[in-house]
Structure formats: C-alpha cells, structure tokens
C-alpha cells in the first residue's frame, strides 16, 4: 500500500485533588516505520521509554453533574520534559467503554515519549448528544492546562480516537462551540487522528439505524451534530484512518470527509486505509509491535510537533 505522506528532571508534584495511583512499566524496543515522507532512516531504532501512571484524575464538567466517568488516566513517559501529548476517546457507539480497558493505548503512546491522557465520558443511557463531546472537550481542557505539571508540552496535545470516539475526536476539532465553553478553540488542537469514525451522523450507518437515545428523532438535530456539516478552513492537521475491513458505509464516510474537509480549505489531512484489519483490529491491535496504526501516529505526532521533546 503506498504511502500517502519522520534530560531528566524532577518529578512534578502531583495534585491532592487527583487520586494518584503511580507505577513504571518496563518496555521493549520498537522500530518506527516511514511515513508522510519520513523514511525509518529518519527515527531508527528508538527504545521505549519506561513509563508511570496516574490514574483516577476528575476532570470538571460544565453540563450536569460529574460521575466517575468524568475521570481520566495519564500514561507518561517516565522522565519526559515538553513532550507532545494524545487525548484518547475510545469507541463503544457512545453507549459503552471504560479507559480501564483502553491502558494498551496509553502504554504504546507513552512508551514512544509521547504523554497520553485515556479520557472517560458519561455515555447513553444516562445522558444524550451533546453530552458525550461536552465531557470530550472538558477532559481536553484538563490536559490543556494541567499537562505541563506531569512532563508535556500545552502546545502540543493531540487528540485521537476510535469509532465513536473518533467521531467526537472529529466533532471537538470542526464544531468551535464545545471547547470555545472553556475559552479554547481548534487552534488548541495541535493535531487530529479518527480511527474509523463517521461524519455524518444523519446518514444511514449512524442515527437512523442506532438508539435515538443518542442523538433523538429529529433529524435537524443530526446535521447539527455532523462533524462534515461544521467544516472551516482552520480544522487542525489531520490523519484520518480506517479499515479495509470497515463496513462501506463507514469507509464512504471517511474518504468523503477527507474531500469535503480539502475543498473546505484544509491542506494538511490525509486518509489511509488499513489493509488486512476489521472494525475492531484496527483498534485493539495498537500495543502489538510494528503495528502500522500506532507507527502511523506515533509518526504524526512527531512530525507535526517537531519532535521538540527531551527525554
């Protein structure tokens, strides 16, 4: 397939208002592979970085009352100062997931010196749209601005996603009214990776055929919570991925997301597709070595960040 685009310091002081349950993880060796026109020669061989973790961190809402899924863990690179950083959404059609079953993430990213922030959101049944890209956009503005007391860089946060969580991961970075709720903008995005995700959400696929618990009956409701109906031509850099394996629907989505966001003045996303890998596989396949996903944005990250960080 071809490709379409290469110090130490003190541990910071952890809040008393966060519950911190810290360990280090040991890690193997992983080579990154080219991409975006970066060849391997460009990263080498690079050994993982040893990584702690803070877990059980409240972030705080601005919509309704905050439950334990208005939580968020860190996965940080254990001696890290300014590294980029990744918010991650996990996927479950907005009705189920927990971060709990999304640590390999949080392990892979950290472990290539990137900070990782694995978010909760409240999910349907106990709420509806737009809870779930509220809570999305509070737990960004928590990294946002607290990042830099555990080694990131503020400047630098990411926010990728899959399957549903892609789609919110898509809607914070088109649709300026959820972060401009904490005085931040798309600007704040550094960067965007959706893993599978959707953009239509009035399309057959998403709301006509899923709960109307999550979006409701009224179809004007839908287009209004499209990612593809809030294009500008300052949407943040974006790698959009998806599966061969994906369902067409989902994949038309995606390739026609990509056309819309490039007419909408957006020069810098690019789309590939994943060969050989489901729905699923395209996801929980991120901590294996050499997997192409997490090497494409591992590679993303550093090439849009400059790959400023020390470690």
């Known amino acids: 397939m071809a490709t379409r685009r290469c110090g130490a310091r003190r541990r910071p002081r952890i809040s008393s208002r966060c519950v911190a349950r810290e360990r280090s993880i040991p890690v193997k060796p992983i080579v990154f592979f080219g991409m975006l026109a970066c060849s391997a020669a460009a990263f080498g061989v690079a050994e993982k ?106 400047d630098q946060v990411f926010v990728i996603g899959h399957s549903a969580g892609a789609y919110l991961a898509a809607l914070l970075a088109t649709d300026e009214r959820y972060l401009a709720a904490h005085s931040l903008s798309q600007r704040d995005i550094r960067g965007v990776v959706p893993v599978s995700g959707f953009y239509w959400v009035e399309r057959t696929g998403v709301a006509p055929d899923r709960d109307k618990r999550i979006w409701g009956s009224d179809e004007r409701a839908w287009v209004d919570a499209s990612p593809a109906h809030h294009l500008q ?62 090497d494409r944005i591992v590679q993303f990250v550093r090439k849009v960040s400059g790959d400023r960080a020390t470690f």
């Open 233 to 294: 031509a300052h949407v943040p850099p974006m790698l959009v991925l998806d599966a061969d394996g994906d369902d067409e629907w989902r994949r038309v989505q995606n390739a026609e997301a990509v056309e819309a966001m490039r007419k909408a003045g957006n020069s810098r996303v690019e789309i590939v597709q994943i060969e050989g890998r489901t729905h699923n596989t395209i996801w929980s396949r991120l901590n294996e070595d050499s997997d192409e996903v997490s």
């Open 49 to 154: 970085q040893a990584i702690r973790v803070v877990r059980d961190i409240a972030y705080e809402v601005k919509v309704g009352q905050a439950t334990d899924k208005n939580k968020l863990d860190l996965y940080l690179p254990r001696d890290a100062k300014g590294v980029p950083v990744i918010v991650s959404l996990y996927g479950g059609g907005l009705t189920a997931g927990d971060k709990k079953g999304q640590a390999f993430v949080g392990q892979r990213f950290a472990s290539a010196g990137i900070a990782t922030a694995v978010a909760n959101y409240r999910l349907t049944p106990e709420v509806a749209h737009p809870v779930h890209v509220q809570d999305a956009a509070a737990a960004f503005a928590w990294v946002k601005r607290h990042i830099a007391e555990y080694g990131g860089n503020p």
